[in-house]
């Protein structure tokens, strides 16, 4: 459910040559980065990046960021790492910037698989000789820090699934919301990062026929700050995770004045996952296709960029 799918007749050595033109002349040739880097896959354009060093004995990414600036730079840099160095760099950068960005390692940590985790920490060590768990635990504070940590973990169980234990579950994070204690938090925390999606299902159907009250708005309700949007967004995560990626990007490019790095991340990081899905829970949910708001706010080539990798149906354009 990917908007960018692999190109047919690829010729990685073909393309890399365009793209030395297009980076060498006088001129950067913007278009024909566009044009090749947003219509090839992941898998394809690191074969183009290979084929680029054989050629020119130079690195793709060094190249792209010499010759490109600001937004547009992130862009085509971002498309160049594989998924699991992309979400690596996205966390690292979270983590060591100027200013933390919570949001970031939400988006990230809250939505990937246990085997997307396990090739991110993996990546993360390889790239930045450190440990992404011990960098969490040094940057972030509290039950958010202790959230971030477990789901860091990738140990969440997979496709088990236990009526039996759900109404207890759902008591449990029940009790979470009505006392608020720290050995309460804990269990809230360890019952959403561990329990298999198809379990958490029936045990959110449990929560709500306890206590006659959505998860969601039980949690909005009890707790505050960046622990409540990791729990929020969990929940989120495991219901629809093309939606929760939907209000997200409709955050960014509303509330915000458009966040450009979280537009970004989300267009780049899902891609070939299911842009296609977000892109339509997007105009279900908020009567604008996406391919229209970002066209309303962003420009130039950086626009032309995100248009390319959002891609849009006829009425769109």
Not at 110 to 121: G, L, T, V, Y
Not at 124 to 150: K, P
Not at 277 to 285: L, V
Request: net charge negative; with cysteine; proline share 2%.
């Amino acid at each position: 459910q990917g908007t960018i799918l692999p190109a047919p007749n690829f010729n990685p050595i073909m393309d890399a040559q365009v793209l030395g033109g297009a980076l060498q002349g006088i001129s950067c040739e913007k278009d024909v980065l566009i044009e090749i880097l947003t219509q090839r896959c992941n898998s394809q354009r690191l074969m183009i990046a290979e084929a680029y060093r054989d050629m020119y004995g130079r690195d793709l990414i060094t190249d792209l960021k010499e010759n490109l600036s600001h937004h547009f730079k992130e862009v085509m840099v971002g498309l160049m790492y594989p998924p699991a160095s992309y979400d690596a760099h996205e966390l690292w950068h979270a983590l060591k910037g100027v200013d933390i960005e919570e949001k970031c390692l939400i988006d990230i940590l809250a939505s990937r698989s246990n085997m997307e985790i396990f090739q991110m920490k993996e990546a993360y060590v390889m790239q930045y000789n450190s440990d992404l768990q011990q960098d969490i635990d040094s940057e972030t504070s509290g039950h958010f820090r202790d959230t971030l940590m477990n789901l860091a973990q990738g140990t969440r169980m997979e496709g088990y699934a236990d009526p039996s234990t759900a109404a207890q579950d759902a008591m449990i994070l029940w009790e979470a919301c009505q006392q608020k204690t720290g050995e309460h938090k804990n269990m809230l925390q360890m019952i959403l990062c561990n329990r298999s999606h198809q379990q958490l299902w029936m045990v959110f159907q449990e929560f709500q026929n306890i206590s006659g009250q959505d998860i969601v708005d039980a949690i909005n309700e009890c707790y505050d700050g960046y622990f409540q949007e990791l729990l929020v967004a969990i929940v989120l995560c495991i219901r629809d995770k093309p939606s929760y990626f939907a209000y997200r990007l409709y955050n960014a490019i509303h509330d915000f004045g458009f966040h450009n790095k979280t537009v970004i991340r989300i267009l780049i990081a899902r891609s070939e996952i299911d842009l296609m899905n977000i892109r339509q829970r997007y105009k279900e949910r908020y009567g604008k296709s996406l391919f229209h708001d970002i066209k309303h706010f962003a420009s130039g080539h950086y626009e032309s960029a995100l248009l390319a990798i959002c891609t849009g149906d006829t009425e769109d354009y």
